[in-house]
């Protein structure tokens, strides 16, 4: 069973940034295809990006060249750098863990953009 904890999220202004982390723990993370997706009110969870055990990313159009997501295997750990904020990025940032058939969930952590 992995359990997954984020952290890192707060209110900022817009045009700010902020680096969330997601800690890993009760596995082999590194096997894990890892993954942030966010759920502002009353709108589905959506993706924002990926990376593959091998490091390959992916991201959504609407983050594409403000967001970074790495990994650090060493310390269980996914990051997400959010540069360049905007107020629709408003949202509850969810982090997750994938494996075959196995699907973990972190609980979350609000972001607000807002001045």
């Known amino acids: 069973q992995v359990q997954l904890v984020e952290s890192g999220g707060g209110l900022v202004q817009p045009g700010g940034s902020l680096r969330l982390s997601c800690a890993g723990s009760g596995g082999v993370f590194s096997i894990y295809g890892m993954g942030w997706y966010r759920q502002a009110p009353g709108k589905q969870r959506e993706l924002v990006a990926t990376?593959?055990?091998?490091?390959?990313?992916k991201y959504a159009d609407s983050v594409k060249g403000r967001f970074t997501i790495s990994r650090d295997n060493a310390k269980n750990t996914v990051y997400l750098q959010m540069n360049s904020l905007k107020p629709e990025d408003t949202a509850v940032y969810y982090c997750?863990?994938?494996?075959?058939?196995?699907?973990?969930w972190g609980q979350g952590t609000q972001v607000t953009v807002s001045s």
């Open positions: 997750q863990a994938a494996f075959a058939s196995l699907n973990y």
């Open positions: 990376i593959t055990s091998a490091g390959s990313t």
